[in-house]
T-cell receptor
Framework: DAKTTQPPSMDCAEGRAANLPCNHS???????VYWYRQIHSQGPQYIIH???NNETNEMASLIITEDRKSSTLILPHATLRDTAVYYC???????????FGTGTRLTIIP | GAVVSQHPSWVICKSGTSVKIECRSL??????MFWYRQFPKQSLMLMAT?????????EQGVEKDKFLINHASLTLSTLTVTSAHPEDSSFYIC?????????????FGPGTRLTVL
């Protein structure tokens, strides 16, 4: 699986859009970008995933660059409950294993 | 939908005893379940993968005789930490996967915090 690089921490004001970047320059053509988050002392929560097209669901939007070497997770209107560690994971569809890196610790500031 | 539960949510035990943790998919059948371990201020590390009715596949460095996994049905997997020691104290998290043609997503349980005295 391709490795990912994420900033260790970010702050975002409550109510603003939180944009979390992820670099995955070694991604291969059939690897997907998955995003999970982990709120303190809880299990990870699935957010969104995509292959090459931008994706949106009720939680977030995922923007993948045309060369697929990076992506951005967007939380459109961050709330205090969005404070968590966000993990960007690259894996093949059908590959059962998820390799969690160190993620980005996002803190939403009132 | 896609809810995974774990029981217990926390447990304290004496060194040398065994502890069983249950993982259930409540509203779906899971083809595969996974067990992770997370030490304080570290990321999740996959311990093993289990499929219903077959033996679990353990990651390198995980002792299969110490961490017994039983996957009895499509909705239940158990992890037994045998002869637990203080270094086994950790946050244990399971996940269950719904496999389909359109998505291949793991859903995680809330975790079980094990403290071995």
């Amino acid at each position: 699986d391709a490795k990912t690089t994420q900033p260790p921490s970010m702050d975002c004001a409550e109510g603003r859009a939180a944009n979390l970047p992820c670099n995955h320059s070694t991604i291969s053509g059939n690897e997907y970008v998955y995003w999970y988050r982990q709120i303190h002392s809880q299990g990870p929560q699935y957010i969104i995933h995509g292959l090459k097209n931008n994706e949106t669901n009720e939680m977030a939007s995922l923007i993948i660059t045309e060369d697929r070497k990076s992506s951005t997770l967007i939380l459109p209107h961050a709330t205090l409950r969005d404070t968590a560690v966000y993990y960007c994971i690259i894996t093949y569809f059908g590959n059962e294993k998820l390799t969690f890196g160190t993620g980005t610790r996002l803190t939403i500031i009132p | 939908g896609a809810v995974v539960s774990q029981h217990p949510s926390w447990v304290i035990c004496k060194s040398g005893t065994s502890v069983k943790i249950e993982c259930r998919s409540l509203d779906f059948q899971a083809t595969t379940m996974f067990w992770y371990r997370q030490f304080p201020k570290q990321s999740l590390m996959l311990m093993a993968t289990s499929n219903e009715g077959s033996k679990a596949t353990y990651e390198q460095g995980v002792e299969k005789d110490k961490f017994l996994i039983n996957h009895a049905s499509l909705t239940l997997s158990t992890l037994t930490v045998t002869s637990a020691h203080p270094e086994d104290s950790s946050f244990y998290i399971c996940s269950a996967m719904i496999a389909s043609t359109s998505t291949d997503t793991q859903y995680f349980g809330p975790g079980t915090r094990l403290t071995v005295l």
